[in-house]
């Protein structure tokens, strides 16, 4: 087995052992409506296991704001990975997520960082 399946392995069984109920909600552009102006948007939920925290003082810039929190996921426990688009749910608290950061190794991802906006 390579290092980063390895760690792929690791890191889904600590997530799935010391991580809370989060659900990634992703969502993807519907019809668009001419009466009324808007685009509709479907959304499909995956129910998933994540550890959820605050950010540093010095992660703080013009993107990232002091109360924005950081929810680190397995790869291995999303089929697809999530974009700024899609939000995320946790303890019926709905949260946009503004960047997402991939941990890595020898082209395998190891965990999906998500910094969340509510």
Do not use: C, H, W
């Not at 697809?80 to 991939?102: G, H, L, Y």
């Amino acid at each position: 087995m390579s290092l980063a399946k390895s760690l792929e392995s690791v890191a889904g069984k600590v997530i799935n052992k010391f991580g809370g109920d989060v659900t990634i909600r992703y969502v993807s552009a519907g019809s668009y409506n001419t009466t009324t102006g808007t685009t509709t948007e479907t959304t499909t939920d995956t129910a998933i296991k994540g550890v959820v925290e605050g950010v540093s003082s010095t992660e703080v810039d013009e993107l990232i704001k002091k109360t924005d929190k950081r929810l680190t996921v397995a790869a291995t426990d999303l089929a697809t990975v999530p974009a700024p688009k899609d939000r995320v749910v946790i303890d019926s608290v709905e949260f946009q997520i503004i960047t997402v950061n991939t941990l890595e190794q020898e082209g395998t991802a190891i965990t999906y960082e998500l910094i969340l906006r509510a």
